[in-house]
């Protein structure tokens, strides 16, 4: 497929990267995150600052109005000028901020976007060992959640930050040598709020931790509660089940209160401070004016601008509890990305032919291992059936060759090639997997057939459909081969999404077939049907199949029994029934199963 | 939008309204002191000011700022301990409602869905009720009793600045249709993303084997580049109307200020009275321009509130008026039609299920088989006809009831997040730990169960994740075997298990069935072969019924089924040599 050759690979960010080294956590790692787009935000917090210094120039202009009225001789028009100057300024700000608003913004979604593309890029590197460890919607909820919130941090408290600590520094600073003393008294809640901020979010016997546990427990508890709510109905257990769920939102609302009494007084402290720099401006200006040593216009500067100096410290405080929001967010996404990936190759090498081969091949899941020192050959255009009881490794191995994982010893060959040196890319391209269960994308039948290779023509597509003698049915769809699937009133049978595999594999037509229990029809009526395409499929190809059903393998050329992760039994059918182990005995129970009754009296008992 | 919460906080209501009342009364004393700073503007103006009246007028602002302390902190700390007390009352009524209702409404969602609103809505309603509600209406309160105080300074004033916070609020109720318009845009953007996602993750395997990694996935890098673009258009347009809202209102303030100096000059106002009108002034309009901020938060906590709502007004099943009790277990349904929406699944359908007898739906996916089973169950009640139990429409009989004489084997087994004996037990939680254990062994669970490092009381992981498909299959029937219904509605398995396990399962079920009435929907016929009634489902309709040989002879669809099971049976996987 050349023309996906030329396809941009997987963007990679080396600054998202958590294997680079100077990877940072905590506040560190926000701020290198937002670092990717340090001219934009810093422009954006320039603007957010000027904003802020706009917003004083109403203030300042009162003030200087005032000045003109106070003294002895008006000038009308110096004051209307002063007005439109207020005016501008008013402006001016809401025009900065629009800017800075907007820098912020375009930073942050274009770091967001980045952010997702490396995740995703990240994701399709990894062993699928982590795709069924983890659940869909926690990763769901990583890239499309836990990033937004980063949204948050970038594009608001960033410009706020900065407003809230320049502008009351450089107000106080004006207002300094406007009168030290009044400053001074101004300043003073600030170490108070500054104290009740602490206080607030202190956290000494880990009640936030505490809590977090709580809110995960009542979580899942309710999922639980949701998710097995048909079974506890039909067993008549709604109370009993119930009964869990009221404990632990029982035990969570617990927690909420007390974590709301111990940090709302403080909180409350610090609100009712911030605001209050008026009781401490009052008195020391009247003293002064008393003392003739500033003019009322001078206090009415201070009025003005000495009580509203701290707004935007108001607005940063609720921040603390968010930042921790969105740290944990940033751990969850660090984790995934500190997951090693699979490494990549260097290596050009192709295989001339395509036999398979495992030499003295281990592999652990976690502590447990599925396959111990494992020697087995597929030959060129041979049809090797994989066969054993469930958890005893035949997935593994067939993903091993896939490098859906990499062995832990021993080495996996493709026409004597190491299966880590071919070129990844090739290396897909040299196998066809057709799986237990089909999954497909909410897209065209089209595209699904297809799978991103767009050079390929319609009638190629529809050729392939019609071996794996899917043609019928998709036609019959509303809008045959364009029928989004999915979409309303298309839904598919099982042995139907089976025959677009299928379809799938015969389009990609790769020297090396998998099929893994793919022959475990969902509905047995479509059987025939299904069984006509894989021969097509499998002819002149290296197959590798895994089945329960034992009938569909008894011709094919070498069957191997894997027990335990070990290979235990090799031969053909017959030579296998005559040897009279486990296979024999997975034989006649397989036998047993197909000629099954079900029976619902009394004299027939079991089987 | 204080009216969509009213009904849910009706538990709470009075203490709600009291944490309200202080909340508002802080407010109060935080607006209190500016009265005291006119009373010594006016003072300091005149030529000898009295100090001993300026030092009681700072003394009284001191004490009003410790009440303010005072109301803030026991109304915060109210405001927050009565919305989680009010979440808590919301989640257990949640769940009451969840119990009450048809297991219709839990087959035909997401069950994601139907959590949410116990879940994050939840937590977005607790921040309406703690913070964005009490300051908007704190934000409305006060500057309506300050409009009041300023008023009686000087009403020409009042009413000027007054005419420009009417005039905001058209453009405030611009801002929040903007939000509207590109905020769905957005949140549509990220449910899609979101099923991208979903797709990129679930088909994981398919998507390495075809080289499609990364952003080589492009439907979901095109969703994430849409969803760039939108997110930046939201802020881009949002911002301007906002904006205009709060300029709006920042020239209502110059234009009061103009019009005080002129006022000042025509000598209809005083000084003090001109700087305590700006003094307050300027905070009043900097509260309204804060407003808009929690206004447009608002717009999306309704999502919130409508997602609680709607599990809070789903309808229960009807009750029932004159309860009979069940006396037979034979099960006739009578013309029954239903479909989910507009689209008849089954069309006037009539059968007779004997009491134990087995009776076996068959016929094509899509035909009508499932929904029979849960018409039985009453997941839904049928759109027309009636579905009948020992003679009796099942409508007469309590829900619970109906249900204690059904076992129900499905193909997809869920098991909670519990120990193997505990989701044994629910079969019947009287059991004693001997009968549990005996169930086990009928259903060929005992020995994996043993094998355990902690055996009956090992946890399955959450929906039991930790066990294999066909051993959570046994512990189904192992909880179906301990219920001892007397109906058994069966699905048999299609999803492939290997031999040994397949065996055991069938083994299990047929000493679940024995002597129970028992239907079955059946997609291997070979396995229902000598069933009492076969029922051949085409298109929600009985298109043939009668026993495994009159069918055949019949020469129908049965027939065809058949011949197409049989040929398959014989096939081999090989090449075309």
């Known amino acids: 497929m050349p023309s996906d050759k030329k396809e941009k690979l997987p963007v990679k960010n080396r600054s998202f990267d958590m294997t680079s080294p100077g990877v940072k956590t905590g506040f560190g790692r926000l701020l290198q995150i937002a670092g990717q787009k340090k001219a934009g935000l810093v422009w954006s917090c320039i603007f957010s600052f000027l904003s802020a210094l706009m917003s004083l120039t109403p203030l300042i202009i009162i003030y200087l109005i005032s000045n003109e009225l106070l003294s002895t001789s008006v000038d009308q028009s110096r004051v209307w000028t002063l007005a439109l100057l207020a005016l501008g300024g008013a402006v001016a700000r809401f025009l900065f901020q629009y800017i800075s608003l907007v820098l912020s913004h375009v930073a942050a979604f274009d770091i967001l976007y980045g952010l997702r593309r490396h995740l995703v890029a990240h994701l399709g590197v990894l062993p699928i060992g982590f795709f069924t460890r983890q659940s869909s919607g926690k990763i769901k909820k990583i890239i499309n959640d836990d990033i937004e919130e980063l949204e948050l941090f970038i594009a608001h408290h960033i410009p706020d930050f900065v407003t809230a600590i320049t502008l009351p520094s450089a107000t106080l600073l004006y207002l300094s040598f406007k009168s030290p003393i009044l400053a001074l008294s101004a300043a003073i809640p600030l170490p108070f709020a500054w104290f009740a901020q602490k206080s607030a979010f202190r956290d000494k016997n880990g009640l936030s931790r505490r809590y977090h546990d709580a809110l995960e427990s009542m979580n899942s508890t309710i999922i639980d509660y949701v998710r097995g709510m048909p079974i506890v109905k039909i067993f008549n257990q709604t109370v009993d089940s119930f009964a869990r769920f009221k404990e632990s939102v029982e035990v969570y609302t617990g927690f909420c209160i007390k974590w709301a009494k111990k940090s709302t007084p403080p909180f409350a402290l610090f609100s009712v401070m911030i605001n209050s720099t008026l009781f401490f401006i009052v008195p020391a200006g009247a003293f002064l004016v008393i003392e003739n040593r500033i003019d009322m216009s001078l206090l009415l500067l201070f009025l003005l601008l000495g009580t509203g100096y701290a707004a935007p410290i108001n607005r940063v405080a609720s921040y603390g509890a968010t930042l921790g929001q969105i740290n944990e967010g940033v751990k969850r996404i660090d984790e995934i990305l500190a997951f090693p990936e699979l490494p990549t190759t260097s290596g050009k090498i192709l295989p001339s032919s395509y036999e398979i081969e495992f030499k003295n091949v281990s592999f652990s899941y976690g502590s447990a291992k599925v396959l111990t020192d494992l020697n087995l050959t597929a030959a060129s255009e041979s049809i090797t059936a994989l066969v054993g009881p469930s958890g005893a490794g035949k997935t593994t191995i067939a993903e091993l060759i896939l490098r859906f994982q990499d062995v832990d010893e021993g080495e996996i060959t493709i026409g004597g090639i190491n299966v880590k040196d071919i070129p990844h890319d090739r290396l897909m391209e040299m196998i066809s997997f057709v799986f237990q269960d089909t999954f497909l994308f909410e897209d065209t039948i089209r595209e699904n057939i297809r799978m991103g290779k767009k050079n390929i023509p319609d009638d190629e597509v529809i050729k392939a459909a019609k071996l794996a003698q899917a043609h019928g049915f998709i036609s019959s769809l509303t809008e045959g081969y364009n029928t989004v699937f999915g979409a309303k009133g298309c839904h598919l049978s099982g042995g139907e999404k089976q025959r677009i595999a299928l379809a799938r594999a015969i389009l990609k037509d790769a020297p090396i077939v998998i099929l893994d229990e793919a022959t475990a029809f969902a509905d047995p009526d479509n059987e025939l049907e299904i069984q006509k395409g894989f021969v097509k499929l499998m002819t002149g190809k290296t197959v590798i199949v895994i089945a329960h059903r034992l009938s569909t393998i008894r011709n094919t050329d070498q069957i191997l029994v894997i027990n335990e992760g070990v290979l235990i039994e090799k031969g053909n059918h017959l030579e296998l029934l005559k040897k009279g182990d486990l296979y024999k005995d997975m034989w006649e129970a397989h036998i047993g199963a197909k000629n099954w009754k079900l029976n619902n009296l009394e004299s027939i008992n079991g089987r | ?577």
């Open chain 2, 1 to 577: 939008m204080v009216d969509k919460t009213s009904y849910l906080i009706k538990t709470r209501r009075v203490s709600l309204n009291l944490a309200l009342l202080l909340h508002i009364l802080g407010y109060f004393f935080r607006g209190l002191p500016f009265g005291f700073l006119f009373l010594i503007l006016v003072e300091l103006f005149i030529d000898r000011p009295d100090v001993n009246k300026i030092i009681l007028h700072i003394i009284s602002m001191f004490v009003i700022m410790l009440l303010c302390l005072a109301t803030t902190a026991l109304a915060q700390t109210r405001l927050y301990v009565t919305s989680y007390l009010l979440s808590h009352d919301l989640r257990l009524k949640l769940g009451e409602k969840l119990r009450k209702l048809s297991l219709g409404f839990f087959k035909r969602q997401e069950y994601g869905d139907i959590a949410a609103p116990l879940l994050r809505n939840m937590t977005n309603f607790e921040d309406i009720l703690n913070t964005s509600r009490p300051n908007i209406i704190a934000s409305i309160v006060f500057p309506a009793t300050t409009a009041v105080f300023l008023a009686s300074v000087n009403l020409k004033l009042t009413v000027l600045a007054l005419a420009f916070v009417v005039v905001s609020f058209p453009v405030l109720l611009l801002s929040m249709r903007t939000v509207a318009t590109f905020g769905n845009k957005v949140i549509s953007l990220r449910t899609v993303t979101g099923s991208r996602i979903m797709e990129y993750f679930n088909g994981m395997k398919q998507i390495k084997s075809h080289n499609l990694t990364g952003t080589r996935f492009s439907r979901l890098e095109l969703s994430l580049k849409q969803l760039r673009r939108e997110s930046i258009r939201l802020e881009a347009f949002v911002g301007p109307a906002i904006y205009s809202y709060m300029l709006v209102l920042e020239i209502g303030f110059i234009t009061t200020l103009l019009a005080g100096t002129s006022l000042l000059f025509s000598k209809d106002i005083t000084g003090p009275m001109l700087l305590i009108f700006l003094v307050i002034g300027s905070r009043l309009f900097e509260l309204l321009q804060g407003m808009g901020t929690f206004v447009v938060l608002m717009r999306f906590m309704n999502v919130a509130v409508a997602a609680i709502s709607r599990i809070m007004r789903a309808k229960p099943l009807p009750s029932v008026k004159h309860q009979r009790s069940i006396k037979g277990f034979d099960i006739e349904f009578d013309s029954v039609s239903f479909g989910y929406d507009e689209t008849e699944v089954l069309k006037k359908v009539s059968f007779k299920a004997d009491e134990k007898k087995l009776t076996a739906l068959v016929g094509p996916s899509g035909s009508g088989k499932t929904t029979i089973t849960s018409l039985v169950a009453r997941f839904w009640d049928v759109n027309s006809g009636s579905v009948r139990l020992g003679g009796n429409n099942i409508k007469e009989y309590e829900i619970e009831e109906l249900l204690s004489c059904i076992s129900m084997i499905f193909q997809d087994v869920y098991l909670f997040n519990d120990s193997i004996y505990n989701n044994i037990k629910i079969g019947n939680t009287s059991a004693s730990r001997e009968e549990i254990i005996a169930a086990a062994k009928s259903a060929h669970c005992h020995e994996f169960i043993s094998k355990l490092p902690d055996g009956y009381d090992s946890m399955v992981g959450e929906g039991g994740a930790r066990l294999s498909g066909g051993e959570k299959q046994r512990i189904s029937i192992a909880r179906a075997l301990l219920k001892d219904a007397p109906i058994i509605l069966l699905d048999e398995a299609t999803s492939s298990l290997d031999p040994e396990n397949e065996r055991l399962i069938q083994q299990a079920v047929n000493k679940l069935v024995r002597q129970k009435t028992v239907v079955v929907i059946a997609h291997r016929l070979s396995t229902i072969s000598h069933a009492d009634q076969i029922l051949v489902l085409d298109n929600g309709e009985i298109k043939e019924a009668g026993k495994h040989n009159d069918l055949l002879e019949m020469n129908g669809l049965y027939n065809r089924l058949w011949v197409k099971q049989q040929e398959a049976q014989g096939w081999l996987l090989e090449k075309s040599r």
